[in-house]
């Protein structure tokens, strides 16, 4: 049997990591991004997706972007780099994600209380939105929220859209 290489064992490994549904959303996504024939995205493909997003990158930015996505360095992004990436994407988003969690679990207990999320409001205009504070924290009914709690709702807010409170 012919040994993988360590980009193959990284694919397989992040891979194995999806669920069914997460694939098919993967699946689903790559579908909207390619445009050629043979399945896989160049850089040029890269380049007007990002673009009809509204970001203008520099070329060099976008080969940045292009060359982190093109694990095996063949010049096209496959299915396999694709999810491989957004599997990477993903674990960063949800790293970032703990680390603001512990900076609202001021004790530690690993849960965020009232009195975490007002002593970290104190500065904010919702320092004096108790109610606030507290029907964010009434979903589970406990006046807490545990780290998967947050991470759900973390998730569920980079999915939509945010409302302009500005207008």
């Known amino acids: 049997m012919e040994e993988l290489s360590d980009v193959e064992k990284s ?8 669920n069914v549904q997460k694939l098919e959303d993967y699946n689903h996504s790559f579908d909207q991004l390619h ?7 160049t850089v040029k493909e890269l380049g007007s997706m990002i673009r009809s997003m ?13 060359n982190a996505s093109d694990v095996d360095g063949n010049g096209e992004i ?10 990477l994407y993903e674990h960063e988003e949800r790293n ?10 001021k004790d530690g207990d690993g849960y965020i209380t009232e009195e975490d999320l007002l002593k970290l409001l104190e500065h ?12 964010l924290l009434d979903s ?18 980079s999915q939509y859209p945010q409302p302009n409170h500005n207008s």
């Open 54 to 66: 509204g970001v203008d990158p520099t070329d060099a930015e976008l080969e940045d972007i292009f």
């Open 78 to 87: 496959d299915f396999k780099e694709f999810c491989y990436i957004m599997a």
């Open 140 to 157: 589970e009914k406990d006046g807490r929220i545990s780290c998967e709690q947050f991470l759900a709702m973390m998730t569920m807010s």
């Open 96 to 105: 970032e994600n703990l680390q603001v969690f512990k900076m609202f679990d």
């Open 124 to 135: 904010t205009d919702l320092s004096n939105d108790v109610l606030a504070v507290r029907k």
């Open 11 to 18: 694919l397989y490994l992040a891979m194995n990591e999806l």
């Open 35 to 41: 445009k050629n024939e043979r399945g896989v995205v």
